[in-house]
């Protein structure tokens, strides 16, 4: 299997059980790799209505055929579960050197079923596999788990770890990995302390064929010379993601007190260029990239290092809390790495925790005394603990704002800012119509990376609702996440510029398999439509409903900022879903039309509609 | 000429090490490559790369003469006359000659190929005469 692992590994942990079969040969020509294998494992594994956290729930860890190899950021490895965050499809991406340790173990797949009766962790070397005792890690950090497992196996196993967060099943609790890598979003790391598994170590030696070496050679010279004769390498390797904390602030689109307003008047002291300069002591980048938007630092108040700040967590425990120091930042992204939780749903709940203390919809009978304003860092430290232990108001807040708000009500649910229960990542959507079309109709809730789409606006208007913003959506999300599916970065083609085609050749002398940008496009829009139908057989009575954003985008417009007084309209909100509706080939309820399913190769689902 | 790496500015990609792996063994494994990347996480938080200086050391020790210098003026092991008795590996002051018999029938080590500089990003890596790097 050129380009393969190989096998999938299986590993029941109810029985304790292990096996390890070859990939198959057909979910390798329908859905290539990564997060392809993802979903398709989670929708024909998964029961119906399975429970996120009970044992007919899998999750799902996937390499790419280009995982690994000589690619530019070939360092991408999918997790993909029933989210117990939104009750729907979650696949959230790792960087770091998982991906590559696993494809060097003969493994495409890693499929954790069951739950085990007491915590384990799973550890691979090659071809052996096996469950063992993981008490004496169990409750302990992410970071400090990885370090020991460091010390007592070698450098060269690579860890992946869940922190108390995960063991105590926050829905957004994390996979961390590499001292700062996370798979972050959607409660991946609740579904694997579910199952009892602290960790999974795993190193391999094993060699990795390609179909056309001398093909692959030349094409992964060819990717990495255009990353490297960029005009935009520099800036980036200095800045990574942080590189648009300043242009966000000054379009409105950074997250400010809970997504009230897109600019923050604190804003200037968290920019790329401050933070660089104030704490930033390592670049530190996935395997094989030539532009690690990974920055590490050194926080001089606290006495600690982190890596991060990236640019979401900026925005969300930033200036969407109010807080205007980078070094105060990076220590609360810290806290999240350490417990195991997603800064950027963490930071939301928080956001809307201040807003419900500021509005008087929780006291300080509720906080358990903590000033819950906006700004108060200790406040926030506080509660990341509380969350990632479910103690006092982190035991509601654990449970993400759409579930907080609905338990607390008196008009909270309007600030909640989500899509399908995911707390919607660092971009502030007010009259910026692309980019909430795609927060809207994202297929693991309101997450930025599927289809990037803020600049766009800026771009062509903001206020548009045309056609034309909406066929970009739809191509963005079929085409971005093939890079997720390959198991490599999509930045080098986002940020660097590189042309895509360069990528034909190389996946082609890779696999074997020649495909065209037309036909990965139609494995992406199979896997979208795939996920769409987990969500509507998982949810009774999914639909339009569920696509629309928080209120606060068509109801409530910014008093601040460059946005002040900027709001898009519930009736262009519907318009941009009928438009996306019917480019998708959906039926106005937002399901897939048979025909549409039959076109991609799902036929066989429509017969579940 | 050698190899010279400038620690401070290694992200820990490990491009190199898969780049080195195709050129020495036309295979793709970083477990193959004549270089090192040891991390130091989470304290101090930098990455050391381990390059191999050409000394020579390498070849001075080895009873059967494998190793030889290339057109390059690298030392390289030649295969059919590599034992595997592990002298070299014992001498070698920068940790980068490797012998590893469940990995190859030879011991491995920098031939000076430079495709580690082509695939790093960073510019880490450089190929130069040692009098060019002292001056």
Known sequence: MNGYGGSILRVNLTEGKITRLPTPADVIRDYIGGRGFGAYFLYHEVPAHADPLGPENKLIISTGPLSGLMIPGAGKCDFSTKSPLTGGYAGSSLGGLFTAEMKYAGIDSIILEGISPKPVYLFIDDRKAELRDASEYWGKGSITVERMFKEQLGEEFQVAVIGPGGENLVSYASINHDYGREAGRGGVGAVMGSKRLKAIVLHGTQSVQVADLAGYRQAGMALFKACKDSDGLKPWQDYGTTIVTSWCDEVGALPTRNFSAGSFEGGPTLYGPVMREQIVITDKGCFGCPSPCGKYSRMKRYGSTVEGPEYETIGMLGSNLGIADIQDVAQANLLCDELGIDTISAGSAIGWAMECFEKGILTLEDTGGLELRFGNVPAVFELLQAIAKRQGLGALLSQGVKAAAKQVGKGSEKFAIHVKGMEQSAYATHNATAMLLAYMTCDVGAHHNRSWAITYDLQVGRELVVPEKVARIIWLQDFRPMFDVFGTCRLQWVELGIDRELYVPALAAVTGVQRSWEELEMVGARIWNLNRMFWIRENEGFGREWDLPAPRFYEEAPKTGVTAGQITRLEDVHKLLDMYYEQRGWSSNGIPTPATLEKLGLAELAQTL | ?135
């Open chain 2, 1 to 135: 000429m050698r190899l010279y790496a400038d620690s401070s500015k290694c992200c820990g990609c490990s491009a190199c090490l898969v780049a080195c792996s195709l050129n020495l063994f036309e295979e793709n494994n970083p477990k193959k490559a004549a270089l090192r990347v040891v991390p130091h996480f989470p304290e101090p938080g930098n990455y050391e790369l381990k390059v191999c200086t050409q000394c020579g050391e390498c070849a001075q020790v080895c009873p059967t003469g494998a190793i030889q210098r290339n057109e390059r003026g690298a030392y390289f092991v030649d295969a059919a006359l590599c034992d595997l008795c592990g002298a070299c590996e014992t001498v070698c002051p920068e940790g980068v000659m490797f012998v590893v018999p469940e990995m190859s029938e030879h011991s491995w080590k920098c031939d000076l190929c430079g495709d580690c500089v082509l695939v790093c990003g960073m510019n880490v890596l450089w190929i130069a005469e040692p009098s060019t790097q002292a001056a």
